[in-house]
């Protein structure tokens, strides 16, 4: 709803009501509490994997001032869902070549690669959906799959909770 009890009382003061605010107060209290009672709580269940099966991965740009310029780094992050261990490096730009550049670099650290990859919808993964929401690959990531052996894998629009693990991250 919104409104506190002062603008309430204000109101419906203006269309004659003469109680005190005390007594509104525990009224409107009483109400919110059945209103929160009654809405169904949306619970996002927690899930876990196995080590080595499943990564995820994202970049996120900071603002930073390199010799009084203001310069954009690209953080490319990926995080081992399993032990939460992550890899982090700043790029210029998020273009194809240094998204996949980035990856070679992070299985190198890790010692090799999970069996699924997870993404959001960058364009240089995915290209779009098909009508039945299957995502179009982007044909030089595909490739990379191909070379590494990992399973890639595109969250569906609009499911933040999907990526939880790299989102609470960064």
């Known amino acids: 709803m919104g409104l506190t009890t002062t603008r309430i009382l204000r109101e419906i003061r203006e269309l ?6 005390t007594i509104l107060a525990e009224h409107v209290r009483a109400l919110r509490c059945t209103l929160e ?31 009084g310029i203001v310069v954009v780094a690209h953080a490319f992050a990926c995080m081992l869902c399993a032990s939460r261990k992550a890899f982090v490096r700043f790029y210029r730009n998020e273009r194809q ?10 299985f190198e650290y890790f010692d090799g690669c999970c069996h699924r990859l997870v993404v959001d919808n960058m364009a240089t993964a995915v290209l779009g959906r098909w009508a039945d929401g299957k995502p ?28 939880g693990k790299k989102e609470k991250f960064f």
């Open 16 to 21: 004659g009501y003469e109680g005190g605010r």
């Open 37 to 67: 009672l009654s809405q169904p709580t949306l619970v996002t269940p927690r899930f876990e994997t196995r080590m080595a099966e499943e990564a995820q991965l994202d970049w996120s740009p900071f603002r930073l001032l390199i010799g």
């Open 97 to 106: 070549p240094i998204l996949l550049e980035a990856m070679s670099c992070c």
């Open 136 to 163: 179009i690959w982007n044909p030089g990531f595909v490739a990379h799959a191909k070379h590494y052996g990992y399973e890639p894998f595109a969250c569906r629009p609009r499911s933040p909770n999907r990526k």
